[in-house]
């Protein structure tokens, strides 16, 4: 039969593995040695175990790579070749699965399917002759960096870790600062031929049911060849896929994803991702760092301001400007409107082809600064930024006024925490920036309705997006304490409506009078 036959016979349409562990040994070395035929990473090595009853064949598979060698060998092989104690009659399996090996992690697997997912994943299997169970050890020790200070959305104060691409590492760093034994952590995979490993995180008390049941819905809605990063399952999860905002959170903070789900919020852990998801989220959250509620109450409140104000300052600044200047002059102040056209007299090009032409250098010093290196994308930068911009003012293609603009613009955006919500907020600037072209100020605020509107009516999992400006008949009784303005950590009594009613409260004082 020809290779492409086998495995048309052998997997089913999902690409699992259909055929189950046979009892005799060499039918299972003669599957696992055709299914891995021209994978060299793949050991396959056979041993004989000597009983007084007979020898017995065993067979051990692991991935060359993802497997601690050491465990193996001292683990596993060690004690069964070497330290072999069995000569009565017990049940061989179960002698190796409670006495011979030298690893808890050890358990019987009946399906050949799990069996060699679990030898892609860097276990250790071990097939039996006269059985059909597998025994899979676990033997990871995948190829990772470490976990490193974060580097994404940085802070003052707070802890300074950040989750790697190990699924078991950035569930562990959430373990260790929620010690609930309520803390969940469903597990699965996704991906028909990836099988990337997912955990869905929550409090069961906090969380909603309901809530919980859709994510893990939205999860198996599609069938998909493989996600290798948060952001691919993002995309499957969302329902309004033409809109630009995200309607997930991600983050690399532990702390704030210990945050969230401390407020009644899921977390969606992949494998191979330094990003974990939290679900539902809303506009306002996408604003707030985890230092807001590290400082004092006051200086929270103070960041929180300018990032508001920032953040419409980087969406506004070059429309409103290309309006003004445009259509609407006479508004400006007499000295003011000389400084321009002082400014503009040797310039060629219109003020909106001068406007886009800077945002589009911005825009590709931006990306060039990202793929390049660390050290020298930040130099191309600064310098880039700087000898592009001068020469450009001196050549005649751009004015001095429309150089602050455009760069007030990109400093306004570099102060939103959330590098998925800065990206939208680029693309918005230019339809912004479009419509004030062509329709002057009335363009300009029909730009802001247009995406306001948008806002309004997009929910993430059914929270409102702009919720608690767009709450409609929910109870915004927490809002007071942690929107725009952050109240002392004492007077944030209440969890977020989207919490299991029961359990709304979240601090008390001992005489149990609750600071609302």
């Known amino acids: 039969m020809k290779e492409k036959d086998i495995y048309k016979l052998w997997f089913d349409e999902e690409n699992r593995f259909k055929p189950s562990i046979n009892k005799n040994l060499d039918i299972n070395i003669d599957m696992l040695k055709t299914l891995f035929k021209g994978a060299g990473d793949i050991v396959q090595k056979e041993f004989c175990l000597r009983r007084i009853q007979g020898n017995v064949k065993i067979y051990v598979v692991y991935t060359d790579g993802l497997v601690d060698r050491t465990i193996i060998e001292d683990g596993v092989i060690k004690p069964l070749l070497y330290e072999w104690r069995l000569t009565d009659g017990r049940d061989l399996m179960e002698s190796i699965l409670h006495r011979e090996t030298h690893t808890a992690d050890i358990v019987k697997e009946p399906s050949f399917d799990k069996a060699i997912l679990g030898i892609l994943k860097g276990d250790t299997v071990i097939f039996i002759n006269g059985y059909e169970q597998a025994l899979v050890v676990s033997t990871k020790k995948y190829p990772l960096r470490s976990i490193s200070e974060n580097d994404t959305e940085g802070g003052l104060r ?90 997930f959170q991600a983050t690399t903070r532990p702390d704030k994803v210990a945050s969230g789900i401390l407020e ?37 409140t103070f960041a929180r301001i300018i990032r508001y104000l920032a953040a419409f300052l980087a969406i506004t600044l070059p429309g409103f400007y290309v309006a003004v200047t445009v259509f609407h002059s ?75 603009v455009v760069a007030l613009s990109a400093i306004a955006s570099f102060a939103i925490p959330n590098e998925e919500f800065v990206s939208v907020y680029r ?39 702009m919720m608690p400006t767009v709450a409609g008949d929910k109870d915004r009784s927490w809002v007071k304490g942690d929107f725009i303005f952050r109240a002392p950590i004492k007077h944030m009594g209440k969890r977020p409506y989207w919490t299991n009613n029961a359990n709304r409260e979240r601090l008390k004082e001992r005489n149990n009078d609750i600071r609302k």
């Open 264 to 300: 009644g919020r899921v977390a969606i852990v992949f494998d191979n991702s330094p990003e974990v998801v939290l679900a539902p989220c809303n506009f306002n959250m996408l604003l707030q760092a985890s230092d807001d509620y590290y400082n004092r109450w006051a200086v929270g």
């Open 330 to 404: 006479e508004i400006l102040p007499a000295k003011l409107l000389y400084a321009i056209a002082s400014a503009r007299s040797m310039v060629t090009f219109p003020i909106v082809v001068e406007v886009l032409l800077m945002e589009f250098l911005f825009e590709l010093l931006r990306e060039a600064g990202i793929r390049l290196p660390g050290p020298l994308g930040n130099t191309i930068g600064i310098v880039g930024g700087l000898i592009v911009g001068q020469s450009a003012v001196e050549a005649g293609i751009v004015s001095t006024i429309v150089v602050i």
């Open 158 to 247: 707070g802890p300074r870790d950040s989750f790697n691409e190990s699924f078991r590492f950035s569930t562990a760093l959430i373990r260790r600062r929620i010690r609930d034994p309520k803390l969940k952590c469903e597990q699965g995979s996704i991906g028909q031929r990836s099988r990337t490993d997912y955990g869905i995180m929550y409090i069961k008390d906090l969380a909603d049911p309901r809530l919980v049941e859709n994510i893990k819905k939205k999860l198996n809605t599609y069938d998909i060849d493989g996600i290798f990063d948060s952001g691919m399952a993002e995309h499957l999860m969302e329902d309004n896929w033409y809109s630009v905002f995200p309607v």
């Open 427 to 465: 693309l918005m600037k230019f339809f912004i920036l479009i419509t004030s072209a062509c329709l002057g100020i009335y363009g300009f605020i029909l730009g802001l309705l247009v995406v306001a509107i948008h806002l309004s009516e997009l929910e993430s999992f059914g929270v409102p997006y």
